[in-house]
């Protein structure tokens, strides 16, 4: 079945560069996210990418997406105390006639003023 | 345009009590799914609605119900509450195509404490 990898913590300084890792099994996936949860919320949309697409920026996010290794990144520039949350990677099931995502068990962000 | 609204935001229930969750999607959105949140679990499909039919589901116990109405909105009922279920639970919504850049919203979650 599908399953999505990612390691549950990264600390960084504030004003640096945020890579966050995520793997996946599903080889059929279409669409790849990241979502955002800060505490008591719920998940915000942060971007997405094409499986056929190996890189897409938008503003201060960059995914990098590695289909061969089936490797996804997320790299926040210049990361601000107010990135400080949970992210989460997932990929869109891809079977028939329906629409669920699978995700992984996200990254916790630190940033350090 | 408005979010997806989730009532209530808390709940506190205790064993073997039933429970209903409502989710409101965004104005347009036909497709409905609700995922559960525990720590130990992380995020888990529960199932999909999409023009009132049940479309897909997770691999949940029978006490996990839904259904949706005519104009979107959803409810998700849980039965013979356990310790277990205490969790905060998603409702997203999307306009439902399966393919293309189709992309779930999420509302901010209701938060069910069994005791």
């Known amino acids: 079945g599908e399953d999505v990898e990612q390691s549950l913590f990264l600390s960084v300084r504030e004003g640096d560069s945020s890579v966050i890792n995520c793997t996946y099994t599903?080889?059929?996936?279409?669409?790849l996210y990241w979502y955002k949860q800060e505490p008591g919320a719920g998940l915000q949309l942060l971007t997405y990418?094409?499986?056929?697409?190996d890189m897409k920026q938008d503003q201060r996010l960059t995914v990098l997406l590695n289909k061969k290794d089936k490797h996804l990144s997320l790299r926040i520039a210049d990361t601000q105390t107010g990135d400080s949350a949970i992210y989460f990677c997932?990929?869109?099931?891809?079977?028939?006639?329906?629409?669920?995502?699978?995700f992984g068990k996200g990254t916790k962000l630190s940033v350090i003023p | 345009k408005a979010g997806v609204t989730q009532t209530p935001r808390y709940l506190i229930k205790t064993r073997g009590q039933q429970v209903t969750l409502s989710c409101s999607p965004i104005?347009?959105?036909?497709?409905v799914s609700w995922y559960q949140q525990t720590p130990g679990q992380g995020l888990q499909f529960l199932f999909e609605?999409?023009?009132?039919?049940?479309?897909n589901k997770g691999n949940f116990p029978g006490r996990f119900s839904g259904r949706q109405f005519s104009n979107s909105r959803s409810e998700m009922n849980v039965s013979t509450l356990e310790l277990g279920d205490s969790a905060l639970y998603l409702c997203?919504?999307?306009?439902?195509?399966?393919?293309?850049?189709?992309?779930?919203?999420f509302g901010p979650g209701t938060r069910l404490t069994v005791l």
């Open positions: 997203a919504s999307s306009l439902g195509a399966t393919g293309g850049t189709d992309t779930q919203y």
């Open positions: 599903d080889s059929s996936s279409t669409y």
């Open positions: 990418i094409f499986s056929n697409m």
């Open positions: 997932a990929e869109k099931y891809s079977g028939a006639g329906s629409y669920q995502l699978t």
């Open positions: 104005s347009g959105h036909r497709s």
């Open positions: 609605y999409f023009s009132e039919t049940q479309r």
